[in-house]
């Protein structure tokens, strides 16, 4: 069997740990067996499906210490972040047909977004879509104000993919079960990066995807809080206690699980050694680059996560450019029906045009290196200056004073 080999670079710099990232080796390791040993089903009443439901309980358990969640029966295991979202919406306003609003922010993934203006427009649901702040902040005013006994959810993200601004979600959980709303959040960035303690919270359910913390793709969790009233998306069989039909793509839980515990043990490393190479590329360029700036809450973000924003240059530019060198990294631009726009998070942060189209995020992982910091560090200023002297709105707009440079400096 020959699958087709698009070309991939020998050896590239890897800084889109954000849109997914590498499966860990140690990760690899444990799922292999289940494919080709321990490929029992296991709901089968015997020693094959019985040595598969142990290591999948085992992966619940290693899920749960992340989270820091009360029960290992609180973790459901999904396909991905989109599933456990959908998941998360459908079941509570199907718990409470009465209440007919949903809360939820402009900035979250379309997971959450595009569901949410499909029960806006086919199921009558009242959205309240809360605005941020230039920073990436959330309106806590409009939140409060959105707040009523007639939501029956609130899905607001732990952190932003893009900019990965974290939101104060123990303080917006609170906020709302004081008006008897369930509360869930988005963490697919968030997990494994900061850390969590899900028995002490009012957070009522959570949503987490595997290829967002070195485990396959294809795989995910979604924490929902012992006695919350949980309808299932997916009805058939009884895995996962009735709550998510299907056999269990048991060699992925059991990746998820490895990746967990693993993601557990590097915590500290994610939150210095990782963190330290991101703020030391981040002030690199801001040194040598003008007229860029960091989008999002550079005061409080993932340890992983920077979004630079090079004014009077595309997105996708850039991105080939770093592309030439090895380098891969991600723009801040959606291309929709053939005209790039630049992303909702950066139109609802108010980045003004010029400087959105150049939103380039540079994702981290533990298994970024110095030397590849360095890397970045010296292509980067080149590309920039290459592009610009490309650029006709740079030679006419450069001199002026950039009125939104107090607010981003
Ligand atoms: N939510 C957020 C914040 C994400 O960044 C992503 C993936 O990019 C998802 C949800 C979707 O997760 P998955 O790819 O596992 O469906």
Redo the contacts with the bound molecule.
Sequence with gaps: MTIPNTALPNRGVYLDN???TRVDPDVLAEMLPLFTEHFGNPSSMHAFGAAVGGKIEWARKQVQALLGAAHDSEIIFT???????NTAILSIIEAYPKKREIVTSVV??P??LALCDYLEKKRDYKIHRIPVDNKGNLDIDAYRAALSDQVAIVSI?W???ETGTIFPIEELAQMAKAVGAVFHT?A??AVGKIPMKLADSAVDML?L????LHAP??I?ALYVKRGLRFRPMLRGGHQERSRRAGTENAPAIVGLGAAAHLALTHMGEENTRVKAQRDRLEQAILAAVPACFVTGNPDNRLPNTCNIAFEYIEGEAILLLLNEQGIAASSGSACTSGSLEPSHVMRAMGVPYTAAHGATRFSLSRDTTDAEIDHVIAVVPDIIARLRSLSPYWEQDAAKPKEFAPVYS
């Design positions: 954000n849109a997914t396909s991905g972040g989109t599933e456990s979202d979250e993934h997971a959450v993200m952190a932003n993919n988005d697919v960035q949503s995807s595997g290829h967002k793709k294809g995910g």
